[in-house]
């Protein structure tokens, strides 16, 4: 039961331009929602989360954006540069369907920036 | 710094012998989890700890096992019961296992059977 879904396995961009990554999720109970970075072998950086009682969350260069109706997320970078090329996971909290509070992580999506 | 560090980066193991791996944070978090990734798939959680002395099962927990003796640490030995033990693992902290708390993440150890 894939409760967090990343449909694109990669996406390569031009630099420069938006880079828009996509998570769909099926339990309406997460309330909490987060995006990471991950070059390969290492661990995940936390890049920006963002709570269920909002649509849209910014810093700097990263915006994710909340449809709570389309159960979506998801992290537009702008403008993209080359060194963000990595694997970039989504991650939804909250009460999961075992009925415990849970982190439930995407399969990922690899991002190219193409100079 | 604050921080997650995982020892060793790069182990490998016999078939039939248990290791483990450690993992220690200064953050003073009192949520601490070990997550699993195989190649194309997502992160998957094995074991997590919520206090001293308390830890709960994950999704896969056969064939690991783990200890919380001390609020910064949170080891984790990989079995000889686990069939399948390569793997880069991934462990981890929060402030507290609850909504709004973001999960911070060691750079990880790679175990090799060999």
């Known amino acids: 039961d894939q409760q967090v879904k990343q449909n694109s396995p990669s996406l390569s961009v031009q630099e420069g331009r938006i880079s828009i990554l996509n998570c769909d999720y099926t339990?309406?109970?997460?309330?909490?929602f987060l995006w990471y970075k991950k070059y390969p072998a290492e661990g995940p950086t936390f890049l920006i989360s963002?709570?269920?009682?909002?649509d849209k969350n910014e810093d700097g260069r990263f915006t994710v954006f909340l449809n709570k109706s389309a159960k979506h997320l998801s992290l537009h970078i702008v403008p993209s540069q080359p060194g963000d090329s990595a694997v970039y996971f989504c991650?939804?909290?909250?009460?999961?369907?075992?009925?415990?509070?849970?982190?439930?992580f995407g399969t990922g999506t690899r991002l190219k920036v193409l100079a | 710094d604050g921080g997650i560090t995982q020892s060793p980066k790069y182990l490998f193991r016999k078939e039939g012998q248990n290791v483990t791996l450690s993992c220690e944070q200064n953050?003073?978090?009192?949520?601490m989890y070990w997550y699993r990734q195989d190649p194309g798939q997502g992160l998957r959680l094995i074991y997590y700890?919520?206090?001293?002395?308390?830890?709960q099962k994950g999704d896969i927990a056969e064939g690991y096992s783990v200890s919380r003796e001390k609020k910064e640490s949170f080891p984790l030995t990989v079995t000889s019961a686990q069939k399948n033990p390569t793997a880069f693992y991934l462990c981890?902290?929060?402030?507290?296992?609850?909504?709004?708390?973001?999960?911070?993440f060691g750079e990880g150890s790679w175990l090799t059977v060999v």
């Open positions: 953050l003073n978090h009192d949520a």
């Open positions: 981890a902290s929060s402030i507290m296992r609850s909504s709004g708390n973001t999960i911070y």
């Open positions: 339990n309406s109970m997460f309330d909490y």
């Open positions: 700890s919520q206090i001293v002395n308390d830890f």
């Open positions: 991650a939804a909290s909250g009460i999961s369907t075992s009925g415990t509070y849970k982190y439930i």
């Open positions: 963002i709570s269920s009682i909002k």
